[in-house]
């Protein structure tokens, strides 16, 4: 009974040892922060299509999934000029979400005003309101599309132009 009672113990303190390496072995996890903040950011990139563009922008949260949020934010390329107050990007897509009075300026000299837009592979999409400017033009409608090859707004829906 006596050896029984010694066994025992020794298997309990086996255990117990075994336990405590594993946990001393274990990686601690780090503890990170949701959020990374950056300021006067700018990143350089080029499209598929070999098409360059910049992003700027005052400052960016990027969070654990890749995903900046943007102040202040510029795109810039040959086929135009997209500003807001701020959006979303994600890094890992290049796609972009852009709101909160959303201008779109055109190397012809047009200036396009919409609440948001979506930004991904040279491509702009809305399905929002939209006026287009140009001299004494304004064109009016419901929702927008670009062709990146050309840079060109095609309005969807609800066209109206007003000569003044």
């Not at 255990?15 to 922060?33: A, G, M, N, Y």
């Not at 201008?103 to 309101?129: H, Q």
């Amino acid at each position: 009974m006596r050896q029984l009672v010694i066994i025992s113990i020794l298997i309990l303190a086996s255990i117990l040892w075994l336990v405590f390496l594993e946990k001393r072995d274990t990686p601690q996890k780090r503890e990170v922060s949701p959020l990374q903040e950056l300021n006067d950011i700018i990143i350089n990139t080029e499209s598929s299509g070999g098409r360059s563009w910049r992003l700027k922008a005052s400052r960016a949260y990027i969070d654990t999934s890749d995903i900046a949020t943007l102040y202040e934010l510029r795109f810039i390329s040959e086929k135009g000029d997209i500003s807001a107050p701020h959006g979303r990007y994600e890094l890992n897509t290049q796609r972009a979400e852009i709101n909160g009075g959303v201008i779109i300026k055109l190397p012809d000299g047009s200036e396009a005003r919409i609440s948001s837009i979506d930004l991904e592979n040279g491509r702009i999409k809305s399905d929002e309101s939209v006026v287009i400017k140009k001299g004494n033009m304004i064109l009016r409608g419901k929702g927008i599309v670009s062709d990146p090859e050309t840079g060109n707004l095609k309005i969807l829906q609800n066209v109206r132009l007003e000569i003044r």
